[in-house]
């Protein structure tokens, strides 16, 4: 009925199958997500449904703005909100709760979350860069090299690979399968890594790659 969840990262740990092989697996924390607003074509032009994950506790209600607590007057407010489609919007209201139930084992979802932040790095750990030669006595070993031209344009363009800050970016992972399901939990168990620490909110839909495929 919606695209997916928001969650969070719990941590990584192993699985074994009844053959005996280990699969390592990420187990993340989806919801229970309340439906916060619904989007409507006719006003908005597009549908969509706003869901919200982890209740704000009383003592920080405090720090709600004004703006958000009118957004929330119909449920209780969430730490974070994310933006999912929904194939049959009408039948969706205000209030209602999805969880992990709407996923199933052997299935596969594409995971977006913030890849981990490296600080400031240079070209060759931020863009892979090959570097100079490192051979006794020559002066250009990590350098970033040739950045412009001297008389025309005479200006570094846009977009060139250089120094700066490395990670803290949205990052997707397509088409991760489904291992395993707690449905008491909320807990889904996928295959491999994804971006970001513990604790990192990510955002869980259905892989668009099979979607397309079907």
């Known amino acids: 009925m919606i695209e997916g969840l928001v969650g969070k990262k719990v941590g990584m740990t192993q699985v074994f199958t009844e053959d005996g092989n280990r699969i390592p697996v990420t187990v993340l924390q989806l919801g229970p997500n309340v439906v916060i607003h619904k989007k409507i074509s006719s006003i908005d032009g597009y549908e969509a449904v706003q869901l919200g994950y982890d209740t704000v506790t009383d003592a920080k209600k405090k720090n709600i703005t004004k703006a958000l607590i009118g957004h929330f007057k119909d449920v209780a407010p969430t730490k974070h909100i994310k933006e999912f489609s929904a194939d049959n919007i009408d039948e969706i209201e ?71 800050q490395y990670g803290n970016a949205r ?44």
């Open 94 to 164: 205000v209030g209602q709760v999805f969880d992990v139930s709407m996923f199933e084992v052997g299935g596969k979802v594409d995971v977006s979350g913030t890849s981990k932040g490296k600080g400031f790095s240079g070209v060759m750990k931020r863009h892979n860069f090959k570097g100079g030669p490192a051979s006794h006595g020559h002066r250009f070993n990590r350098g970033t090299g040739s950045i412009g031209q001297s008389a025309t344009p005479a200006k570094v363009f846009k977009n060139k690979k250089m120094p700066g």
């Open 171 to 214: 990052v997707t992972v397509q088409n991760i399968d489904i291992i395993e399901v707690n449905k008491e939990l909320n807990l889904l168990l996928v295959k491999g890594a994804i971006p970001g620490p513990r604790g990192r909110v990510v955002e869980v839909r259905k892989a668009i790659k099979q979607k397309n495929n079907q």
